[in-house]
């Protein structure tokens, strides 16, 4: 196909040289978003049977548990995919959904914020318990 032909493809020459859509992203946002999915079945099936487990003992055995490495890495693991799944979500609602260019701005900064200020504190608490500080 020449230049000058009509192409059949919605994107722009531009979109086709950088591999993007027409809503100017990659194929990256999507994969991560299925990846984070497909990793959050076995973190999120071994939360609960984590949780599971603790229901009815006490508290120093609870700390004992969730102080050692195996299950911290886990929860590290489990916390840290699950906010960036969250982060990823969220943003394509919000820019599906929310047309008005300042709020759409402020809602994914907030996003990002929340999304962030959730991780850190999962991920504190977890290395507090793991570190017995």
Same mark, same amino acid.
């Given at each position: ?19 993007? +859509?027409?809503?100017? /992203?990659?194929t990256k946002h999507f994969w991560h ?22 229901? +009815? ?7 004992? @548990? ?38 759409? @701005? ?10 962030? /200020? ?7 608490? @977890?290395?507090?318990?793991?570190? +017995?500080?």
């Amino acid at each position: 196909m020449s230049d000058h032909e009509p192409s059949s493809s919605m994107r722009t020459p531009m979109g086709r040289v950088r591999h993007l +859509g027409a809503a100017h /992203a990659g194929t990256k946002h999507f994969w991560h978003q299925r990846l984070t999915s497909v990793a959050l079945v076995p973190l999120t099936i071994g939360a609960v049977i984590l949780v599971l487990s603790l229901m +009815g003992r006490n508290h120093a055995a609870v700390v004992q @548990i969730l102080g050692s490495t195996a299950v911290a890495i886990g929860l590290l693991l489990f916390v840290l995919v699950s906010a960036y799944h969250m982060w990823l979500g969220m943003q394509v609602i919000i820019e599906d959904y929310v047309h008005d260019e300042l709020p759409k @701005i402020a809602m994914l900064m907030g996003n990002t914020f929340f999304s962030c /200020a959730v991780a850190l504190t999962a991920v504190f608490a @977890i290395l507090k318990l793991s570190f +017995g500080l």
